[in-house]
T-cell receptor, first 113, second 112 residues
Framework: DGGITQSPKYLFRKEGQNVTLSCEQN?????MYWYRQDPGQGLRLIYY???????QKGDIAEGYSVSREKKESFPLTVTSAQKNPTAFYLC????????????FGPGTRLLVL | KNQVEQSPQSLIILEGKNCTLQ??????????LRWYKQDTGRGPVSLTI?????NTKSNGRYTATLDADTKQSSLHITASQLSDSASYIC???????????FGTGTRLLVSP
């Protein structure tokens, strides 16, 4: 898992509730990413950030929001607009370019009550 | 459409045996191809990365090959161990952050 931590390991969301997943890295990486993993599907990109105070939507950004106020932190908020949030969420970071290897955190499993 | 297809979906082998996993892709233009190992409930860990000009890369008992002409890659595992039981994911990178395409993975079970 390198120097990337995610918390919590498990998260339960009630209907209509916003929840925030934490991602912290101490690798001094510029770029950070959020992916969603569902059974039988490849990882799908939610948001990515190449530099502090800047981030871009990925393929499935609807219902999610992020912030990048510090280089080492990239929290993901799953809003009530995300109607099917149950999934395994993975945060990753890389030195910068998309060509660099991405290092993944241990993941957060989000479940809906 | 940019796609990465892996086969087989799942595989069971006896401890000590070798196996080969396949990855076919249509991502274009191509930048690099990576193989990741993902243990159940954990994040993926990088095994190998290959660019267009490389056709083989080893990491211990793992050897990846790349044929950029046919857009195929394979991951060969030698003398399998119980700890090799995991999902193996092929990831192909295009020319931008948006062009990183993940395969659905091959789930390998090494049986004693």
């Amino acid at each position: 898992d390198g120097g990337i931590t995610q918390s919590p390991k498990y998260l339960f969301r009630k209907e209509g509730q916003n929840v925030t997943l934490s991602c912290e890295q101490n690798l001094n990486h510029d770029a950070m990413y959020w992916y969603r993993q569902d059974p039988g599907q490849g990882l799908r990109l939610i948001y990515y950030s190449q530099i502090v105070n800047d981030f871009q939507k990925g393929d499935i950004a609807e219902g999610y929001s992020v912030s990048r106020e510090k280089k080492e932190s990239f929290p993901l908020t799953v809003t009530s607009a995300q109607k099917n949030p149950t999934a395994f969420y993975l945060c990753a970071s890389s030195a910068g370019s998309y060509q660099e290897t991405q290092y993944f955190g241990p993941g957060t499993r989000l479940l809906v009550l | 459409k940019n796609q990465v297809e892996q086969s087989p979906q799942s595989l069971i082998i006896l401890e000590g045996k070798n196996c080969t996993l396949q990855c076919n892709y249509t991502v274009s233009p191509f930048s690099n191809l990576r193989w990741y190992k993902q243990d159940t409930g954990r994040g993926p860990v990088s095994l190998t990365i290959m660019t267009f000009s490389e056709n083989t890369k080893s990491n211990g008992r793992y050897t990846a090959t790349l044929d950029a002409d046919t857009k195929q890659s394979s991951l060969h595992i030698t003398a399998s161990q119980l700890s090799d039981s995991a999902s193996y994911i092929c990831v192909v990178s295009g020319q931008s952050f948006q062009k990183l395409v993940f395969g659905t993975g091959t789930r390998l079970l090494v049986s004693p």
